[in-house]
């Protein structure tokens, strides 16, 4: 298994959570790297992204509330969540690619779910 998400729970709204994407392989061999959500009858979709050697990527729906965040010696990408609101009740996921000579590789975790309800 390549990335692994831990961290999501229930919360209540305005509450803040922090989720943990284990990767398993090189960093130094990813080039993007970032966390998506998907909700019930809906598409999944980017929360935040990290570029290798660059910068980040935020939704506009999370902005000012989450940070996005490496640690290349631990090899865990963090997620933090502040004042939650219901709408991001979703099952969130770990993506990254990794970019070889060989061609590009796709991982996704399986997913941890964040449900914020009162």
């Known amino acids: 298994v390549h990335v692994v998400e831990s961290g999501g729970g229930l919360v209540q709204p305005g509450e803040s959570l922090r989720l943990a994407c284990s990767i398993g392989i090189s960093i130094y061999s990813l080039n993007n790297m970032g966390w998506y959500r998907q909700a019930p009858g809906k598409q999944r979709e980017l929360v935040a992204n990290i570029v290798n050697g660059g910068g980040t990527v935020y939704a506009d729906f999370v902005k000012g509330r989450f940070t996005i965040s490496l640690d290349r010696d631990k090899g865990i990408m963090w997620l933090w969540m502040n004042s939650l609101k219901s709408e991001d009740t979703a099952t969130y996921y770990c993506?990254?690619?990794?970019?070889?000579?060989?061609?590009?590789?796709?991982?996704w975790g399986q997913g941890t779910q964040v449900t914020v309800s009162s």
């Open positions: 993506h990254v690619d990794q970019v070889l000579t060989t061609g590009t590789n796709d991982f």
